[in-house]
């Protein structure tokens, strides 16, 4: 079946530029989370939705980040006027509740210039 | 807040050593989940545990909960280079922020 998927696998853009990455969540899948890896670093969470709540976006590192789930399926993560620091991957997961294993896409690997 | 803490941060050992790596929660947990990253790769889910005391089994690693349901370890039997890779544990408790351990790093020296 399929798995999380996400988009681009790479991006690369200019400091100051906005950034949109994708992630659609496996089927059936109510919680869906965002996170920032560093190279060589840990797992940094960003925000988690759960179906129709309010997200939990405790977790946003500044006002530039910002995400949305749309239906209750498909999450797009923006970036505003990206900085150098935000170069990371960002991984998205997903799972069948809160406290359930999560499944995790490839990652967006974003590199700001 | 829950505070999370995973030992070691590395662990270089020779193929067919022991490893282990712990993880130790300041709150009582409703469960604890195990991933392993290969280098390059995304998290993958080993394990769940949820009950005080629990030891689970597979192949070579083996996984237990404490009985205060604060801290887990995860135990790999005479490593193998496949074994390479990061392992981070997910304490789990209903209303918090979900905060991965910081992971442990294995190195295997074949």
């Known amino acids: 079946g399929a798995g999380v998927s996400q988009s681009p696998s790479n991006k690369v853009t200019e400091k100051g530029k906005d950034v949109e990455l994708r992630c659609d969540p496996i089927s059936g899948h109510t919680a869906l989370y965002w996170y920032r890896q560093s190279l060589g670093q840990g797992l940094e969470f960003l925000i988690y939705?759960?179906?129709?709540?309010?997200?939990?976006k405790s977790g946003l590192p500044s006002d530039r980040f910002s995400a949305e789930r749309t239906g209750g399926s498909v999450s797009t993560l923006t970036i505003q006027r990206t900085q150098q620091e935000d170069s990371a991957v960002y991984l998205c997961?997903?799972?069948?509740?809160?406290?359930?294993?999560?499944?995790f896409g490839d990652g967006t690997r974003l590199s700001i210039l | 807040g829950q505070q999370v803490m995973q030992i070691p941060q590395y662990q270089h050992v020779q193929e067919g050593e022991d490893f282990t790596t712990y993880c130790n929660s300041s709150?009582?947990?409703?469960?604890i989940q195990w991933y392993k990253q290969r280098p390059g790769g995304h998290p993958v889910f080993l394990i769940q545990?949820?009950?005080?005391?629990e030891v689970k089994k597979q192949k070579r690693l083996t996984f237990q909960f404490g009985e205060a349901k604060k801290n887990s370890s995860l135990h790999i039997t005479a490593t193998q280079t496949t074994d390479v890779g990061t392992y981070f544990c997910?304490?789990?408790?209903?209303?918090?922020?979900?905060?991965f351990g910081g992971g442990t790093r294995l190195m295997v020296k074949p």
């Open positions: 997961a997903s799972g069948m509740d809160y406290n359930q294993p999560q499944h």
């Open positions: 997910l304490p789990n408790n209903a209303g918090n922020m979900l905060t």
């Open positions: 709150t009582t947990l409703s469960n």
């Open positions: 939705f759960q179906g129709n709540s309010a997200p939990d």
């Open positions: 545990l949820v009950k005080s005391g």
